[in-house]
């Protein structure tokens, strides 16, 4: 699990440096394995904005950028295929230590004449920089950059790469970790404000939801968001799950991911007029049952595997992988919007039948709670009307077969002394466990 110092710092206040920071969590049970710093060596290195773009007087595969740096302009030589008028981009200015994009090499930047034209800076590829080992173009920032901010306060961070443990599950999300840190330091964790406007037609006019099979899939809870239109996702959205070691993919797709990671709870977007019969059946597989998922192939299905299936045919594998047949698309204008939680058993078989890993099936397999699902697809609903547009049907889909009640647990002070050989006061007991959460 890969957790941004930054992301991290919306729910909590984290002022230990990063080695204190991963030594505390390691002690507590929450091994960091290691962490990556985003951008220590980018001195001198700020965003500017293309403005001009006028050819090399004496080479046919070369350009003359001009760059506003906010204080200055400045014009350099460049030779990358993608230099686009209005472009944000990340400019080095002479002293800057980068990577030598064909040897790899690190080197200072220096003034050179290239081909008779002085250049005194560089438009860096991803690969310069060091952030990945792309080099076939210039790196184009999301058009809210800021002009003339140094490219470590806009893009810099510290990556944390943590062993969550099979009993953590509750760890396999930005806000669990937050709840760790905010357990250590004495804090609280507020969660993100969640709240949009919803249509007047009730979402239970537009799509039914029926639990064949409740010993696998305990709730199921799902919005509907009509008028959505498909496109990239914002820059600081692309950043966070690039950080986190995801392919940022469009709006729709990437905010499920950005709010599993957020919450720890696995989304599925389905493309609503795909949906046959608008009516989810959650049921065990037939015998033979085949069905075309994400990645292109055909999977046969056994019977003790729960598909999420409408009224024709399956449409996902439920809580491992979804299907051909109703993903989003560029022609997409209507979501359903899934947040369920299934039997970790069943999901732990399903997926090592079809050898088919992924991040929610890992989360699943390990036993979240049930109780993720409400707040993880209001949050998405939310983010989906905010950068999708759109308008969410009035209510949600709530079906709760396997719904228990919470029976409290008795914890003395001496029973907490007796396990971990401190003693520990009412107050800091009762403080620890509500920073968890």
């Known amino acids: 699990?890969?957790?941004?110092?930054?992301?991290?710092?919306?729910?909590?206040?984290?002022?230990?440096?990063?080695?204190?920071?991963?030594?505390?969590?390691?002690?507590?049970?929450?091994?960091?394995?290691?962490?990556?710093?985003?951008?220590g060596d980018w001195e001198s290195i700020v965003v500017g904005q293309i403005v001009a773009i006028n050819p090399h007087p004496d080479a046919d595969r070369l350009s003359l950028p001009t760059i506003n740096l906010g204080t200055e302009q400045q014009t350099v030589v460049c030779g990358a295929p993608n230099l686009r008028l209005g472009d944000k981009v990340a400019f080095a200015h002479v002293g800057a230590q980068l990577i030598d994009g064909h040897s790899g090499q690190v080197f200072r930047l220096k003034p050179a004449k290239i081909?008779?034209?002085?250049?005194?800076?560089?438009?860096?590829?991803?690969?310069?920089?060091g952030i990945s080992d792309s080099h076939e173009g210039i790196m184009v920032l999301p058009a809210e950059a800021p002009i003339g901010t140094?490219?470590?306060d806009y893009m810099g961070d510290v990556i944390f790469d943590l062993d969550i443990t099979p009993n953590r599950p509750d760890c396999l999300s930005v806000i669990g970790i937050a709840r760790e840190v905010a357990a250590l330091t004495g804090q609280g964790v507020p969660l993100p404000e969640v709240g949009y406007e919803e249509a007047p037609l009730p979402i239970e006019?537009?799509?039914?939801?029926?639990?064949?099979?409740?010993?696998l899939c305990p709730r199921y809870c799902a919005s509907l968001i009509a008028g959505v239109k498909v496109a990239a996702s914002?820059?600081?959205?692309?950043?966070?799950?690039?950080?986190?070691?995801?392919?940022?993919?469009?709006?729709?797709?990437?905010?499920?991911?950005?709010?599993?990671?957020?919450?720890?709870?696995?989304l599925h977007a389905f493309d609503y007029h795909r949906i046959g019969g608008k009516k989810i059946i959650v049921r065990r597989a037939d015998k033979g049952e085949t069905l075309v998922t994400l990645d292109g192939a055909k999977r046969v299905l056994s019977q003790d595997m729960l598909v999420i299936a409408d009224e024709e045919q399956a449409v996902a594998i439920a809580g491992v992988m979804g299907g051909a047949d109703s993903e989003v698309t560029q022609q997409t204008t209507a979501i359903l919007l899934e947040a369920a939680n299934f039997d970790p058993a069943s999901i732990y078989h399903t997926g090592n039948s079809l050898n088919l890993p992924s991040e929610a099936r890992l989360r699943f397999e390990r036993g979240i709670s049930p109780e993720l699902t409400l707040p993880a697809v209001k949050r998405a609903t939310?983010?989906?009307?905010?950068?999708?547009?759109?308008?969410?049907?009035?209510?949600?889909?709530?079906?709760y077969p396997g719904k228990q009640e919470r029976e409290p647990i008795s914890l003395s002070t001496g029973r907490v002394s007796s396990l971990l050989g401190v003693e520990f006061s009412l107050d800091q007991i009762i403080g620890a466990l509500a920073s968890l959460g």
């Open 150 to 152: 140094p490219l470590v």
């Open 234 to 266: 914002p820059g600081w959205m692309q950043q966070r799950l690039l950080a986190c070691g995801m392919r940022p993919i469009n709006n729709i797709v990437d905010i499920t991911n950005y709010v599993m990671l957020e919450y720890g709870q696995p």
């Open 382 to 399: 939310q983010l989906l009307i905010q950068l999708a547009g759109g308008e969410a049907a009035k209510g949600l889909v709530d079906a």
């Open 1 to 39: 699990m890969k957790v941004p110092l930054k992301w991290l710092k919306d729910y909590v206040d984290v002022t230990l440096p990063p080695s204190d920071l991963a030594q505390r969590l390691t002690m507590a049970g929450t091994e960091v394995k290691g962490w990556q710093v985003i951008g």
């Open 115 to 129: 081909r008779g034209v002085v250049s005194t800076g560089m438009v860096c590829s991803e690969k310069e920089l």
């Open 205 to 215: 006019h537009q799509i039914s939801v029926d639990i064949v099979d409740p010993d």
